[in-house]
């Protein structure tokens, strides 16, 4: 490797020989031999004397002056370096005109040049960057740069600094096919690469990344410490050493901490993007001033940028601590394409990790869609009542909170209580529903809370009771109100948290549950009468829902009515797919006091009995529970205005006319003023027989 000599105010470099390529690939290439600096030969582009050919390997011998003579030393190559045909081993001296070989390259050693002195300037690190100062070795695609870089401003130059001994911006690995190493420590160098790239695509998270990357330059090179430093913002602008965060850090020496090493070689790894090696690091000022960095022993060190084709991202240091050992050239190489690796790995990471977010946004997005579609699918209706409650489900459900739902029989209270469980934090565990008003008292215990066996008559095995059943999931319990004192009083302490016991059992019993209750009954009467317990009342009551009658919701009817149309005739494989504008409002002016459950078996009966595909207002059988609440009767009055065809009030009337006669026609057509005839040929239209008597 070259070195750059560097006294206090100038270098003098004196010129007394020269090399030059008789015979080979290069034949005619000459270069000056100056006494202060060792010239490197080989393949690699980082030599003084570049040979390009296969035989001769990347370093593979070198050429210098030491105490008074001009030596020739093989660098452990791969094919020898030859002296009259034979390898050479150790130093051998060089005189006047001797020739050594390098593979099919020979090479002619002359001391016919007059000495010569020139001033080589010291690096002004106050000034720009000249490349011209430096000396270029080309070799393939790549440029190397083996002088002093670009300047730092602000420095003195009373500035002691480490000793840059080469500097590259070009990965070697990605030169042409006919530039590309195949043999020797490259291919193995290579082969490390492809490696750890493979290694370095399969990790998801950046410190593990960074740690295998570390690794891998460890196996390589000769470092002993090493650290990978990200910027926190590599969009910020001034991007400097002070920005870079430590994200993994190793060392051979488990006692040794990370310290920064040379902001001097940093900042010219970065201002020029290309991998720095320095020596002589024990020269850097910072040394002066710390302990911690006097205890490192660093003798040379990398650093190379982690770059993209736009910004920088980060930096890996590399030190190595043996003298004997120092890190090279090839080592720079080598962990300049794993910066870019790393890079290229890293925006893979950043964009997986942009991806991933953006995937669960829209999975998010779609979970709370599909919930809102499935809480619409059960609770069918457009009123505002009805859609004041699906927005209390999803904000209720996902608390975990008691609820109570209120409202009349056949409203739907179970549907409300099921949308609660399938939006909750529970949808995966069961859901577990008991009618409190179906079983006696001691039953009714059982059912609940289990019992053991031979703890009653009957009771042959144990009975895992509805609590256990629902552990981790919901229960519902419809018609809470109807429950036994002594019943409630269990249910309060598991309600509270407290450990049960089976009926006729001693081992406690507990449970996760998530209570839903449900009532139609005036509890509040229920507590003022001293039928149901008051502590017991106000824990259920933690979260109240009220469902609407379906009588205070008629703009809903149309669309319930529609919607179980559909689900019968799928269900008993007919073909009704129309309800007609008489049979609609006949089920609108209906008073509905079994509410959406009556509705629902309205509409099954009629798809039954329907013999197109048309619902008629013959098909729509109603309970004369219902009469008495329609806008027809004598509460009419209050009702206002009703937005019905006339046929559809003529067929009212008439109906009502033959309730009253008692199906008598003659009187009936008397009555309503028309002709026997005509009643019956009206009758035939609205498809309406004469109900048969009861038996």
Known sequence: MNKISRESDTAIIKTTAQIMISSGPAEGTSIPLHSGQITTIGRATTNRLVIPDEICSRNHCEVFFDSGIWKLRDLGSRNGTRVNGEPISGDIQLTEGREFQIGNTTIVFSLNLKSKTTVAPKHRPSTDYDPSEDTIAKGGTDTVRTAQPASLEGRSAADTHPEIVHLCDRNPFLSEPNQQIQRGRAGHEAQRLVQLGLKMGEETDVRSLSEIVLDGLFNVTSADIGAVLLFNDPNAKNLNNRNLDLVAFKSLDS?????????????????????????????????????????????????????????????????????????????????????????????????????AAGLARVEGENKTLREQLLIETELVGDSDSIRRLRERILRIAPTGATVLIRGESGVGKELVARAIHQHSNRADGPFVTMNCAALSESLLESELFGHEKGSFTGAVTRKIGKFEQAHTGTIFLDEVGEMSPAIQAKFLRVLEGHPYERVGGGAEVRVDVRVVAATNRDLENSVDQGRFRKDLYFRLQVMELVVEPLRDRRTDIAILAKHFMQRFSKKCGRSVTTILPSAMSTLVNYGWPGNVRELQNTIERAVILCAGDTLAPADIQLSALGRSDTPSSSSSANSGYRAVPIELIEQEHILATLEWTKWNKSQAAHILEIERSTLDRKLKKYEVERPAPNR
């Not at 960095?293 to 920088?312: F, N, Q, V």
């Not at 394409?337 to 990471?349: G, M, Y």
Request: charged share 30%; net charge negative; glycine share 2%.
């Open 255 to 355: 006692s040794r901490q990370f310290e920064r090493v040379s902001d001097y070689v940093t900042s010219i790894a970065l201002e020029s993007r290309a991998a720095v090696v320095a020596h002589d690091i024990k020269t850097d000022g910072q040394f002066s001033a710390s302990d911690s960095l006097k205890e490192m022993r660093a003798e040379s060190i990398i650093c190379a940028p982690i770059r993209t084709s736009d910004r920088l991202l980060g930096m890996i240091q590399l030190y190595s601590t043996n003298p004997d050992n120092r890190l090279k050239a090839d080592d720079a190489e080598f962990t300049l394409a794993v910066a870019d690796q790393l890079a290229v790995t890293l925006e893979n990471l950043k964009e997986r990790s942009r991806l």
